[in-house]
């Protein structure tokens, strides 16, 4: 079995794994060497002092070459485990009480960081960079966005600016409180931000333009389609689940009570159709009350899944 592998490229690192530091910056990257040309050096000197981490997610082109011309620490994977993954690994690696996650793809700006961090220090615990109208890759992404900004706002009663950008700033013991629930893939923005909201932990948005992205988007039209589908799902179950189940319920006993009573008013029968929405709009509720229950049992205190051996 592979191990990920933490490197110190030459002349860059600080000499000690022990030396604190108060922002890391970690930057998960498969195949961004080109972007990561012109990244890496705006970020050194936009943020002198903080330790950068770029986690080489099993890339075949010259990322490693490219990292190893900064001042830049680098995680490998031995073969591509996800976005999602090499957040965890980053996140582990960062020694910083502060850690920055942003895409390696020129996406985000360096000189946003600033604005981030000084909208942390008003007391949150996570600040967000919410991407701002043109933004967005195409028409369908912001749409698609969008439905999930809302659903999210509903689920938690607090307005969601922007649930899955990945450029985001975040006190490092809360985040790696919820390592256990991050997914590998790319869904680990919806996660964090509704575990933060759902532990009560205070997260706010900072407005940010992204610019398009260099090189080839890594996700599939039709494949990651379906997956953001789940995501509405997920964000129910990860927060809420009563309030994603409850109104499906009504829905289902409201559709049963209506059809007994024209099927009772004109043929006098109680049919097979109404007893199913009945037994659906119970079945949903209780899931509901089971997935209420489980969802409790995820946010409850553990140290032990804090570290996250994964």
Partial sequence: MGTDETQKLPSTAPSSRDTPVDV??????????????????????????????????????????????HPVSIVSHPYPKGNGAAIKSGARAARGRVIIFMDADGQHDPDDIPRLLAKLDEGYDMVVGARQRGSQANVGRGLANGVYNGLATYMTNHRIEDLTSGFRAVRADLFREFLYLLPNGFSYPTTITMAFFRAGYAVAYEPIHAARRQGTSHLRPLKDGVRFLLIIFKIGTLYAPLKLFAPLALAFFLIGTGWYGYTFATIGRFTNMSALMLTTSFIVFSMGLISEQITQLMYRPDSSRQSDPG
């Fill in 24 to 69: 890391s910056i970690v930057i998960p990257a498969r195949n961004e060497a080109g972007s990561l040309v012109g990244l890496l050096p705006k970020l050194v000197s936009a943020c002198p002092g903080a330790e950068v981490i770029v986690v080489n997610d099993g890339s075949t082109d010259h990322t490693i070459e490219v990292c190893a011309k």
